[in-house]
């Protein structure tokens, strides 16, 4: 289908979520069902979007996929110019997945989106705005209602739960205009966190095509202190902790040197140390 007949997505207020102390954030079974080793194979298409990381500032690298990064990739290669996006992505920010969403719809040339892993949560919103959607069978697309770290009283709550349910019908609409499926059901998916594998992305209307075999590769280069950054979020995240913590936790570690080098840091000793004595289920 052609992307431009899908619904805008609906902008976030960030000053409001800033007032209310709201912050967007992954959802831990996102975390646990995404394999980051994951990268698109050798392909001939020049302009590509690689969407291979959680949506939002990184607070590893200090990128991340953001709204700002996408806008900036789509005018280097032109307003006109076909694209390609291989997504893995556990998701993240609502705020920064809905806007790329829109830059996407809006660019005039066409999108072909790839799947080649998970898309979940604003991942998944992403993955939505392709002309031609195509996912590996292995893949998944998973959508959830909205997912945030909140606090306050019950009157705080209750308006923060008010507000929130616009959103989620915007991404019911995104996904059922996608799909064809009814709103109202894929709102029933979305409250119950739903999973759907390759096969049945394409079944459903998520997608158009599976996508072949040999368009999928392992990273020879997985970058170990960044997956163990991944799994410590995980962790952290399963347990509880808001992600503005965990964000200033790694990059406390990430600025602290060992006294045995120039700068480089042992993630794996890193991680070994924090968890040392507490048993987490992952």
């Keep these: 289908m052609r992307k431009h007949s899908l ?3 609906r902008e976030i207020d960030r000053a409001w979520c800033r007032r209310n102390d709201l912050e967007w954030d992954l959802r831990p079974q996102a975390l646990e069902g995404w394999a980051p080793h994951l990268m698109a194979a050798a392909d001939k298409t020049e302009n590509t979007i690689s969407v291979l990381e959680p949506i939002g500032q ?3 690298t200090g990128e991340g996929i ?3 990064r996408v806008a900036g990739i789509l005018r280097a290669f032109g307003a006109e110019t076909d694209v390609t996006v291989h997504i893995n992505s556990p998701g993240g920010d609502l705020f920064e997945g809905m806007a790329i969403y829109n830059l996407l719809r ?11 892993g998970v898309a979940a949560s604003a991942a998944s919103i992403i993955a939505m705005a392709g002309d031609q959607v195509q996912i590996a069978r292995a893949g998944f697309l998973m959508i959830h209602s909205c997912w945030v770290v909140a606090m306050g009283n019950r009157n705080d709550l209750r308006d923060i739960a008010d507000t929130l349910e616009p959103f989620d019908t915007a991404m019911a609409d995104i996904y059922a205009a996608r ?3 009814e709103a109202k059901a894929v709102q029933k998916m979305m409250d119950k966190e739903t999973w759907i594998a390759g096969a049945a992305a394409v079944d459903q209307g998520f997608a158009d095509d599976l996508l072949p075999a040999d368009q999928v590769a392992h990273d020879p280069d997985p970058k170990p202190e960044r997956t163990a950054a991944y799994l410590l979020d995980m962790a952290l995240a399963k347990a509880g902790m808001p992600r503005s913590e965990r964000r200033s936790l790694l990059q406390d570690y990430k600025g602290t040197p060992r006294a045995t080098d120039d700068g480089t ?10 968890f040392s004595g507490i048993k ?3």
């Design 7 to 9: 619904p805008q997505a």
């Design 58 to 60: 990184d607070y590893w």
């Design 66 to 68: 953001t709204a700002k």
């Design 106 to 116: 809006d660019h005039k040339g066409e999108v072909t989106v790839k799947v080649i």
């Design 179 to 181: 799909s064809g499926l």
């Design 265 to 274: 840091r042992d993630a794996a000793e890193f991680v070994s140390r924090l």
């Design 280 to 282: 987490l289920d992952l």
